[in-house]
Every structure is written in C-alpha cells, then in structure tokens.
C-alpha cells in the first residue's frame, strides 16, 4: 500500500479505456483516496458511474485549458479535502485535420490549441494548485507523454511537439517547485488503443511494430502503465524528479 493515506487527483478521466482509469485502479488498490476531473459537465453521469468503484470518491468539471476553471477546482479541493499530495494530468487533445494532413500543414489555431491543452494546462495547474497552497511537502505530479516528443512518428505530428513542450515544462516545473518539495514527472507510455489514440492515422500500425521489435515483444497495458504512476506518486521515488521514464516494454532503446 504505498499511496495509503494520500489524496491524489486525476485529471483526464474518459472512459474505463483511459489511461486514468489505469492509473486510479492502481493508486486505489495502494491505498489512495481520489478525486476526478473530467470535461464536460454533460459527462457527469457517466463519469460518477465510472469511478463508483472507487470508494466515495467525487468528480468535478473542469476544462485544463481555462484558468478561471482550475482557480474554481482548486479553491473547491482545499475547501473540501485541504491539501492534496498527488496529481495526475492525463490531458491531451489535437485538432483532428493537423493529425490527418502532414505536419507542415499545421495551422497556427492547431498548432496552439494543442500546446495549449496537451503542455501549458500542466503548467497552469502546477502554478495554480502551489498559489492556492493546496499541495502537501513531499507531493508529486505526473503527466503522461509519448516517444513521438522526440522521433518523428507519421501521424502523431503537432502531438509530437505539444508533448516536446510538456517534457522540457516538467524540468522547469521540476526546478521551480523542487525547493518546496514538490516533485514533477512524467511516464512516457507505450502506445495504447484509447479514444485518444484512435485519432491517430495508422495507430495500429505502431502497436504491432512494437509486438514485433519492442524487447518485451508486446504492447503495454493501462494498469502497467498505472502502476509506474503509482509509483513516482509515492515516497519510494523521493529522490527522483524532472525526469520522463519510459513504460514501454523497452521499445525506446531499440535502434532499427
Ligand atoms: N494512448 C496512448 O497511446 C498514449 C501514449 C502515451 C501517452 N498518452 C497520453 O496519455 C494521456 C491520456 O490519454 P488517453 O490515451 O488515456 O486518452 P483519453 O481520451 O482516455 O484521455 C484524454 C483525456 O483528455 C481530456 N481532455 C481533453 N481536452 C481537455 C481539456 N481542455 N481539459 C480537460 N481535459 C481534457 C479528455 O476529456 C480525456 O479525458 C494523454 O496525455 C495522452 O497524450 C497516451
């Protein structure tokens, strides 16, 4: 039980599909209290379904791209939890032309809505949650990535750039919140079928290059991926921070 007495928040929850999902049965199976944001309040429904097997856990609204929105959750979450010791961000979103067309046809609306979503919106909630003194010493955030911040990978396009801003975010955030003992990762995880992904071109593609050449010759799952959450969630990785550890069954290792 190495989450037994924290309260974590999981930003990003969609469907039991979602890498959240994965990443709440974990941290819930190791003993943390959750709380859930999810977008769009007409979700509400299927949302507290969902996460009903989480204890009494609650879910709240809230669009990551809008300050004013997390200044109302936060305030919300320390009036009624008072201070938290963990946040996933596992929030992304790219318009679906500019992962259709090549990158060189992103337009400049595409191009910074992405960032804006998928790497900014770690930033705003990093900021606003230290503001509003909602973190606990010692708390840790994670956000999820993907090796197309790094290689060029047909289809992941603006995606590619949005979490290249996120991985150099999580550094300068790792930097500025480290003397508070705050600790800033990310899990840079293996290619999964959510409902994120399917609006990447030739997605299935990747996932059998990485059954045929990934060391562990098989793709990961959201509950692996989950539990190196888990992890970096706990005090077992007190000493680790600004740092993207790959969960991708060694596929980042290979050359051809
Ligand atoms: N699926 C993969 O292959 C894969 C691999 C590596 C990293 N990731 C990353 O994992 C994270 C979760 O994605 P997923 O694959 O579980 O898909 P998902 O569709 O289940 O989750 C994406 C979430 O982002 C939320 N979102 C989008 N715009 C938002 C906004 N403005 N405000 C708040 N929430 C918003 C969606 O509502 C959804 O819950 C993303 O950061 C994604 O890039 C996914």
Redesign the pocket.
Known sequence: MILKGKTILI?????K????YGVAKSAYHQGAKLIF????EENREKIEELISEFGNAKAYA????KDEELVVLFSTIKKEYGKIDGIL?????ANTEDLRNDFINTSKEGFAHAND??AY?LVAVARIARDLTVLNENASLV????YGSTKVLAGYNV?GVA?AALECSIRYLADNLGPMGIRVNAI??????????KGIKDFNTILDVIEEKAPLRRNVT?SEVGDSVAFLLSNMASAITGQIIYADNGYNIMGI
């Open positions: 930003m990003g929850i969609r469907n599909w979602s890498i959240a944001t999810f977008m769009g809230c669009d990551a791209s961000h596992s929030i992304a979103h979503v998928s919106s956000a999820l990535t993907y995606m979490k840079s995880a293996g290619p999964i079928k959510t409902l994120s992904a959201t």
